[in-house]
């Protein structure tokens, strides 16, 4: 594992903000109380975050807000640098559609274009390089289902290069793969953080959140935002995940989250329960 | 032999039919890919059959079959969106409904023995009498729909992947499913002349069906797709004019059969991959799997 901190210091971009947001708040079209509100928070580039929190805690919310999906009812985004690229989770994507790896990753410039415009010679140029990017180069041709579920996943991050994107929203980018792919993964998003992008990852992972430079605690509105020392007290854990905390062997745990009902049938890399602060 | 394949083309008639099914295939290639793809096929058979009763009483009324199959296709869709605000009914169930009645209405007024004779034609279509109105119809339509979906091939690749995760990317799923409607609809319309309003379906549905089972990429499975289309329409033809068949029923069969044998072939292939098989029939991309 990469030491977040490190990288900190050998850090050579300018140091920006990328997103701001301040009491933001979002609503459902039909809903009567917000899906999520008072989200204060500030990320700058270089930084790692972990967003954590349940299922249904606005994880998801705040993703479509960033990415410009579903407008805020309540607060102020500041987004200094564009839009947020999403990399979604990579079990929703169709793997029996028709399309290669380069297609997938091209399509991180038809979302920059307008709707009439196909990708330029230029755009495909800059989606081998994304796959080049992400360790993919020599399965531009493969067909996006035959790849392995973290060469998938690693794909959906080079469409995010494409978009040109500085700031990247992972949606549990680490559910379901084994550990090297999750290894090769959490190596290409320090790499990334280290060249200056932000990169917000949605997770139930206790462990995962430890190893951010930030971490965001969400369960439909911000419970803390702030390094890991400083946010993950047990009472921000406890209140995060409601009563799914259980002692253990004598240490707390939280029990795994049954997610979509897919999660259920792949067991966690991890060793199956998210140990809270059992590293430290 | 020559002679066997040249004497079906003295006739002008059977020369027009070629040509409009031709065009036609065009729809299946492009259009039709997307339909499969988007998961359409259903809708697509519904607007065929719902518009029956619209295209019998435009024939009654001696109005172009064209606008009454329009009026019938805003009155299953009517009838549809009425029918699915029913509480406790899946939409699903209600399309069925509304289609199956509708179907029945036109069959009951095409095949009354006080209705004059031809009507059943709306059924299977006769395309041996399509006029040179029929084909410019089809044309622009074939030009209409090739161009919009050139234009929208990134979006629809876009919302094909991942509908739920298309909006983050700004490519709304309703928008492209819309346009995807409306170019069905078209198609519908050119096309139930030459294939009347039961066979429509195979025509658009069945060759992007059949290039679904063999194809790694839109691009190859479009051009596929119109190739079986084309073929099967030369091959019914022959067939109609040799063996004294209905011709939209033969080149309907034609694809139909297209569709078993590469389904069949398929599933052999993938059995024989199961069992282990290497070399040649061996998955493209097994080697990559971590």
Not at chain 1, 201 to 221: G, P, S, Y
Request: proline share 5%.
């Amino acid at each position: 594992m990469i030491d977040a901190r490190a990288t900190a210091e050998q850090r050579t971009y300018e140091r920006t903000v990328l997103v701001d947001a301040d009491a933001l708040a979002a609503t459902y079209p039909g809903a009567r109380v917000p899906a999520l509100s008072s989200v204060t928070f500030r990320v700058h580039s270089g930084e790692r975050v972990a967003v954590l929190g349940p299922n249904g805690g606005g994880k998801s919310t705040l993703f479509r807000i960033l990415t410009g999906e579903l407008g805020s009812s309540y607060g102020t985004l500041e987004l200094p640098r564009g839009r947020v690229a999403l990399v979604p989770q990579t079990d929703r994507s169709r793997l029996d559609f028709p399309v290669s790896a380069l297609d997938v990753a091209l399509m991180g410039a038809v979302a920059r274009l307008p709707w009439y415009r196909r990708p330029a010679r230029s755009d495909r140029e800059l989606a081998r390089l994304s796959l080049a990017r992400v360790g993919l180069a020599g399965e531009a041709g493969t067909s996006f289902g035959d790849l392995s579920g973290g060469q998938r996943q690693r794909v959906l991050v080079a469409r995010a290069l494409v978009q040109d994107a500085r700031l990247l929203a992972l949606d549990e980018p680490f559910s379901g793969l084994d550990t090297p792919s999750a290894e090769l993964l959490e190596e290409l998003l320090a790499d990334l953080a280290a060249e200056g992008r932000g990169v917000l990852m949605a997770t139930h992972d206790l462990e995962q959140a430890w190893a951010a430079d930030l971490v965001l605690c969400l369960n439909r509105v911000q419970l803390a935002f702030g390094t890991p020392a400083t946010a993950l007290t047990r009472e921000v854990i406890e209140r995060t995940y409601g009563s799914a905390i259980v002692p253990i062997d004598g240490s707390r745990a939280v029990l795994p989250p049954h997610h979509h009902g897919a999660d259920q049938s792949e067991p966690n890399p991890r060793g199956g329960f998210y140990r809270g602060g059992r590293a430290r | 032999m020559i002679d066997w394949l040249v004497s079906p083309l003295e006739s002008e008639f059977v020369v027009r039919a070629l040509g409009e099914l031709l065009l036609l295939a065009v729809l299946a290639g492009t259009l039709g890919v997307w339909i499969v793809l988007r998961g359409m096929s259903y809708g697509a058979e519904s607007l065929a059959h719902g518009m029956l009763p619209g295209l019998v009483l435009a024939a009654l009324a001696g109005i172009p079959l064209a606008a009454g199959g329009l009026g019938g296709l805003v009155v299953a869709a009517l009838a549809i969106a009425l029918v699915g605000r029913v509480p406790r009914l899946d939409p699903d169930v209600a399309v069925s409904v509304i289609v199956t009645s509708l179907l029945g209405v036109g069959v009951l007024l095409a095949l009354s023995p006080r209705t004059p004779a031809g009507l059943g034609a709306l059924l299977f279509g006769d395309v041996l009498a399509v006029t040179d109105g029929d084909l410019l119809l089809t044309g622009a339509v074939c030009a209409a729909t090739a161009a919009a979906l050139a234009l929208l091939h990134g979006g629809l690749l876009v919302v094909g992947f991942d509908p739920l995760g298309a909006g983050a990317l700004g490519r709304g799923a309703g928008r492209y499913d819309a346009v995807l409607a409306v170019l069905l609809a078209l198609a519908t319309l050119a096309a139930v002349q030459a294939l009347g309003s039961l066979l429509v379906v195979a025509m658009l549905v069945g060759p992007a069906a059949t290039a679904r089972l063999t194809c790694r990429r839109v691009g190859p499975m479009m051009i596929t797709a119109g190739l079986i289309a084309a073929v099967s329409s030369v091959a019914g033809m022959y067939l109609s004019y040799y063996a004294e068949t209905g011709a939209g029923a033969s080149v309907a069969c034609v694809i139909a059969a297209a569709y078993a044998v590469v389904l069949g072939a398929r599933s052999a292939i993938d059995t024989a991959r199961r069992r282990g098989g290497r070399g040649l029939l061996a998955p493209r991309g097994s080697e990559a799997r971590a």
